[in-house]
């Protein structure tokens, strides 16, 4: 098929950061059944969530207690769950959680679920941030928790598209970004946690460029509201549907849940790439300085 109903998911975390990490799973996962069923109701056929969408934002502080948060992809129990609700409703699913292998091992992952519920792979965030944000001791500070991704820029080939994903800090980084247009993603999924004054003028900039450099759809996440006790900053919301020519095709609000709705066309990404050549005119053997420290 040419065109595809995607929906991007935003949303508010509802429970204070004090509270447990089981509460904090348990209802911020019911919260987002109930969003994915509703942009299955509105046709969406790929549905993304946000950035460890399971709970808040919980790198803004360096606590070892959340490491209780991360499961097994995909034998822990948010996976499980989720492919069945892909297979009842035939939709293809992008789920970003925090990844625990083995003992002791975590990762910043999205795991792609197909529309029969089957579980593809998993893609783990490569670039992990640690900044200071919003004052006092407040920061994204992820290398307390997140090793770098080591399964590369894969591509999945679902029922409606080839999926890439590239998860929040990432799309500061234009090398990954072509990796997966060379791997023929027809769109690229970006989940991501981040708040006005880090980011924000950079966030209707930087992904319109690599959907423009590399010819494909970007669809952007990214969750909103304030979360206690931390209040880093506004999470802005405004997640939206790119296409190649780097046109918005739709884009949510900056501060309500929502199931933002946008239709990709594959004919498109053939007809942007008929005329701006990008991939055929690359110089692969002159780029040897950016491959090394």
């Known amino acids: 098929m040419s065109k595809v109903k ?3 998911i935003q949303a508010s975390n509802d429970v204070h950061g004090d509270e447990s990490v089981t509460k904090h799973k348990e209802q911020a996962i ?8 509703e942009a299955a109701s509105q046709g969406a056929q790929i549905i ?11 790198c803004s502080e360096q606590s070892t207690r959340w490491y209780d948060a991360a499961e097994e992809i995909p034998n822990g129990p948010t ?6 609700v892909a297979k009842e409703l ?13 003992i002791a091992t975590y990762y910043n992952t999205a795991a792609v679920i197909d529309a029969d519920g089957a579980f593809l792979g998993k893609y783990r965030k490569h ?7 919003g004052g006092g001791s407040c920061g994204f500070w992820e290398k307390f928790y997140f090793k770098p991704g080591n399964l590369g820029y894969p591509v999945f080939d679902t029922a409606f598209a080839k999926v890439g994903v590239y998860i929040c800090y990432d799309r500061h980084f234009p090398e990954g970004a072509r990796a997966l247009g060379l791997g023929g993603a027809e769109i690229v999924f970006n989940p991501s946690a981040t708040v006005a004054g880090t980011s924000e003028y950079l966030w209707k900039l930087e992904q319109p460029a690599h959907a423009v450099a590399n010819g494909y759809y970007v669809g952007a996440i990214n969750r909103v509201g304030t979360e206690a006790p931390w209040n880093m900053g506004e999470f802005y919301g ?11 095709v739709a884009i949510g609000s900056r501060d309500q849940d929502e199931v933002v709705i946008g239709e990709m066309d594959k004919e498109l990404i053939r007809e942007v790439r008929h005329v701006w050549q990008f991939y055929r005119d690359r110089r692969p053997e002159t780029y040897d300085q950016i491959t090394s420290l």
Do not use: C, M, N
Request: charged share 15%; proline share 7%; glycine share 8%.
């Open 6 to 8: 995607i929906g991007l």
């Open 79 to 84: 996976t499980l769950l989720f492919q069945a």
């Open 48 to 58: 993304s969530l946000q950035e460890i969408f399971y709970g808040p934002y919980f």
């Open 127 to 133: 670039h992990i941030p640690h900044v200071a944000a």
């Open 238 to 248: 405004q997640s939206y549907l790119v296409d190649p020519r780097g046109a918005i």
């Open 90 to 102: 035939g939709v293809v699913i992008v789920l970003p959680i925090y990844e625990r292998e083995g």
């Open 30 to 37: 019911q919260k987002h059944i109930a969003l994915v069923r």
